[in-house]
């Protein structure tokens, strides 16, 4: 493997000293570049383009040759572990992502089990090996899954929910039936990212979309109790380097102390937490990654770079913790020069921070 060249996003995660504060942002390599959209009309249907390595490989450095951004992240979905499975996933225009089965019973619980990593999930892995000599160190390259809460909530309701009514209610109704569907999803989230870092992941980031929709109780023990299993799973070193681990519950910021004692490296934070208020509460414990609205990216370039300084301002004085991001993934509808603004500022507004 390649000699990485920048290598200021994983020191900040070990919160080791940076010359200026890193960025990159979430769901980077998607539609807001009219490139990505070509490549997507390329390869037909959404579920072709993640599972063509040299597909999902040329979107993942997309955004690296527009922007300086100091990290890439491997284009896949989250979804990748219940269609390995044997669920079906397909996508519907204007609907988002559906399954040909879904998960009602004990019955259909049983059916689960963890999938072949290389076999049934391999073009994931192969597409990180071909990013990873594509890239040829010029950043660290960051593997990902969904939590299983959020992977369960797929695949109970279906796709998308605005309520959560089935998984809640099995949740509720069903709690030994909802821990057994966990565990399974926990035991193979666990495999799939160690064979994201065997296969050259320099970081990972288990995204727990839907946590936020839970109270503090189901949180900690359909959620979060998970994740604890996972990150005390993960291979945590490789190529002589430590493998970051970032957690980010969207809508948890109620919660970060519990986020930061499983033993991740970074918390993710959303734009409705305060950066300043969150540093106050976990203290030099972690990393914080975020947080500015996405939205903010539909304002002028003058008001992003004001975010940005915001953003940055409020973290405060101290050469380590703080990873750039929004809040949440950028919007499909962003112009990329404002992406290219956020960037610049963040490199060019953090340096004040760093001395």
């Known amino acids: 493997m390649a000699e990485l060249k920048n290598d200021r996003y994983l020191k900040a995660l070990l919160r080791q000293p940076v010359d200026k504060t890193p960025v990159w ?114 950043v660290p390259l960051i593997g990902f899954s969904g939590s299983p809460w959020t992977l369960a909530c797929y695949m109970v309701e279906g796709g998308s929910s605005k309520d959560f009514a089935k998984v809640k209610g099995m949740m509720f109704d069903e709690p030994k039936q909802m821990h057994a569907l966990l565990d399974v999803l926990a035991d193979s989230v666990i495999a799939y990212l160690n064979a994201q870092i065997a296969a050259g992941a320099q970081s990972i980031m288990l995204f727990d979309t839907w946590g936020g929709a839970l109270s503090r109780e189901n949180y900690q023990e359909f959620s979060l109790a998970y994740m604890q299993k996972i990150v005390s799973g993960l291979t945590r070193e490789a190529e002589g380097r430590t493998v970051p681990v970032t957690l980010f519950t969207k809508g948890g910021g109620q919660w970060l102390e519990l986020m930061a004692n499983t033993g991740v490296d970074a918390v993710g934070l959303d734009w409705t937490t305060d950066i300043a208020t969150a540093r106050q509460r976990v203290g030099e414990k972690v990393t914080l990654q975020g947080n500015m609205d996405p939205c903010v990216l539909y304002a002028s370039a003058d008001r992003v770079e004001q975010e940005v300084a915001n953003v940055l301002a409020g973290f405060g004085q101290g050469n380590t913790g703080h990873v750039f991001n929004l809040g949440h993934g950028i919007h499909p509808t962003i112009a990329p020069e404002n992406m290219s603004r956020l960037v610049d500022s963040v490199h060019n507004i953090s340096e004040q921070y760093h001395r």
């Open 25 to 138: 942002i979430m769901r980077q390599a998607g539609r807001y570049l009219p490139e990505y959209r070509e490549v997507r009309a390329k390869a037909g249907d959404f579920m072709t383009l993640c599972s063509t390595p040299e597909l999902a490989c040329e979107v993942t450095l997309q955004p690296l040759r527009r922007f300086d951004l100091d990290a890439a992240i491997i284009f896949s979905d989250i979804l990748t572990i219940p269609d390995a499975m044997g669920l079906g996933l397909h996508f519907v225009a204007g609907e988002g992502p559906k399954f040909n089965s879904v998960i009602q019973s004990a019955a259909d619980i049983a059916k689960l089990g963890v999938p072949d990593m290389e076999d049934n999930l391999g073009y994931v892995m192969d597409a990180i090996r071909l990013t990873r000599r594509e890239i040829n160190g010029k």
